[in-house]
């Protein structure tokens, strides 16, 4: 793995604009013009978004997260989006997030944390099974529109 790099908030509109490669990855569908107000509105309603980048360089690895609570589970920290840029894989950044996002599921007394993983992204999957997550629910989905 190379040196760490420190998790920051994307507070900026800069900060917001470095998370965009990333992100775009992820969410190919989300364009890079509606992308700043789209993250202010979720951010008003409590969304945080992390992430690891060298100084002045696009974020290799962002990760979208909110805490609720709900009588099924508590109160937990939901991991809405996580991804490391296709070309910065396998060099820790991935695992140094998900790493942070656990201690800060405990920092805010979370019970727990939970994400949604598509059901074509295999080797997500392996990683999130090799971090210790356990595959607990079919997630079923609506579209309304």
């Known amino acids: 793995m190379k040196a760490r790099l420190a998790v920051r908030h994307a507070r900026t509109e ?10 775009a990855e992820l969410r190919p569908h989300v364009r890079e013009t509606e992308f700043v107000g789209r993250i202010r509105r979720q951010q008003a309603a409590g969304y945080h978004l ?9 974020a290799v690895t962002v990760a979208g997260y909110r805490v609720l609570e709900c009588l099924m589970w508590g109160r937990f ?3 809405d989006d996580l991804v490391t840029q296709s070309r910065q894989h396998s060099r820790g950044w991935g695992q140094q997030m998900f790493q942070w996002l656990i201690r800060e ?27 210790r997550l356990d ?7 609506m579209k309304l529109a």
């Open 77 to 79: 920290l939901y991991v």
């Open 50 to 58: 992390v992430f690891l980048a060298p100084p002045r360089q696009p």
């Open 14 to 23: 800069s900060d917001l604009r470095r998370c965009f490669p990333a992100l």
């Open 105 to 131: 599921a405990r920092r805010l007394k979370c019970t727990e944390l939970h994400l949604d993983s598509g059901v074509h992204r295999f080797a997500a999957h392996r990683f999130y099974l090799g971090q």
């Open 135 to 141: 595959i607990t629910c079919h997630h079923f989905a």
